[in-house]
């Protein structure tokens, strides 16, 4: 039998990918992602997130990020919770093209309850974000083509948890799933966001297959050995990761698809939601002159339009 291999050059060291990959010769197959400077850094400092927010934020735009890498549509995925919790509001979209934002809304009064209560610990889930639903959308570029979504209950003390209850419930397929994320300290007191996610799934069982269970139990165990600094350690490469757990059968990867922190917010597509506006709604929102000023949630922009534009 030959020598189990990983191709670990199609991932090297980078930052800001998402590749799929299978464990060799078994019913397993996984996704992988790494962010840094070019994606969660700049979507985490744009916003005054409180530090254990911006890791939930973090968390989430990572499990979009590779729930999009087994779309096989023009499209974009959602990941979004909505709760009664100090987090509202919980959004992460990642696009086929490669492009990621995310944003939350926060009560910061009952947020500081939450860290006051914890004396500085991380809050759960339910801390967090309090009873709710958490919801996976799937949305075609293509007007014909019908989206998708699903909705479970927010349970679990980890994101990570709740995705895991997701896939159980929705698609009814076994699934694990890692999420960190991390703060890097930099020489004069600098800190950059970064994090680092995988996945794995069961691939059910056929007669070419056969029984599938030993083998997903057998990459379940090792997978569940990973550590949070090995899914964000800036030196540790995603696919170096890949060949420590998966090493005795060896591990196929698909090449990575690059990420970028790029937003979709466009005057055009701005003003087309204030024209759909009652025009008493419009009125209490203009100043003086008349003009609406707005910014996007997302990305920060700020659009102002005037009277005779509206």
């Given at each position: 039998?030959?020598?189990p291999?990983?191709?670990?050059h199609?991932?090297g060291?980078?930052?800001?990918?998402v590749a799929t990959?299978q464990?060799e010769?078994?019913?397993?197959r996984?996704?992988i992602?790494?962010l840094g400077d070019?994606?969660?850094?700049?979507?985490?400092?744009r916003?005054?997130?409180?530090?254990?927010?911006?890791?939930?934020l973090?968390?989430?735009?990572?499990?979009?990020v590779?729930?999009?890498?087994?779309?096989?549509?023009e499209?974009?995925?959602l990941v979004?919770?909505?709760g009664e919790?100090?987090?509202?509001?919980?959004?992460?979209?990642?696009r086929?093209?490669?492009g990621?934002?995310?944003?939350?809304?926060?009560n910061?009064?009952?947020w500081?309850?939450?860290?006051?209560?914890?004396?500085?610990?991380?809050?759960?889930?339910?801390q967090?974000?309090?009873?709710?639903?958490?919801?996976?959308?799937l949305?075609p570029?293509?007007?014909?083509q019908?989206?998708?979504?699903?909705m479970v209950p927010?349970?679990?003390?980890?994101?990570?948890?709740c995705?895991?209850?997701w896939?159980?419930?929705?698609e009814?397929?076994?699934?694990r799933v890692?999420l960190a994320?991390?703060?890097v300290?930099?020489?004069?007191?600098t800190?950059?966001?970064r994090?680092?996610?995988a996945?794995?799934?069961q691939?059910?069982g056929?007669d070419?297959?056969?029984?599938?269970d030993?083998?997903w139990d057998?990459?379940?165990?090792l997978?569940?050995?990973?550590e949070?600094?090995?899914?964000?350690?800036?030196d540790?490469?995603?696919?170096t990761?890949?060949?420590?757990l998966?090493?005795?059968?060896g591990v196929?990867l698909?090449p990575?698809?690059?990420?970028?922190d790029?937003?979709?917010?466009?005057e055009e597509?701005?003003?087309?939601?204030i024209?759909q506006?009652d025009k008493?709604?419009?009125?209490a929102?203009a100043?003086?002159?008349?003009?609406?000023s707005?910014?996007?949630?997302f990305?920060?922009?700020v659009?102002r339009?005037a009277a005779?534009?509206?």
């Open positions: 039998m030959a020598e291999t990983v191709q670990t199609l991932l060291a980078g930052d800001d990918i990959f464990i010769d078994t019913s397993v996984g996704r992602a790494r070019g994606v969660l850094d700049p979507i985490l400092k916003h005054d997130y409180p530090r254990w927010a911006a890791y939930l973090g968390e989430a735009v990572t499990l979009a590779l729930v999009s890498a087994s779309l096989k549509f499209g974009k995925v979004q919770a909505q919790g100090p987090v509202s509001l919980l959004v992460a979209e990642a086929s093209d490669g990621v934002r995310g944003y939350l809304r926060l910061k009064e009952k500081d309850r939450v860290e006051r209560v914890n004396k500085g610990q991380r809050p759960h889930i339910p967090a974000l309090g009873r709710g639903v958490m919801a996976l959308m949305q570029s293509d007007p014909n019908a989206p998708w979504q699903s927010i349970e679990g003390a980890t994101l990570s948890e995705a895991q209850m896939f159980s419930q929705s009814q397929v076994p699934t890692r994320v991390a703060e300290s930099e020489p004069g007191g800190k950059r966001w994090s680092g996610g996945l794995i799934q691939v059910a056929d070419a297959r056969g029984a599938t030993e083998p057998n990459a379940r165990h997978f569940d050995t990973i949070d600094i090995e899914l964000v350690d800036p540790l490469s995603s696919g990761l890949l060949f420590r998966f090493h005795e059968n196929r698909e990575p698809k690059a990420l970028s790029k937003c979709t917010c466009s597509k701005l003003l087309d939601t024209s506006m008493g709604e419009i009125k929102l100043d003086a002159d008349g003009a609406i707005a910014d996007c949630q990305c920060g922009r659009y339009f005779d534009q509206l």
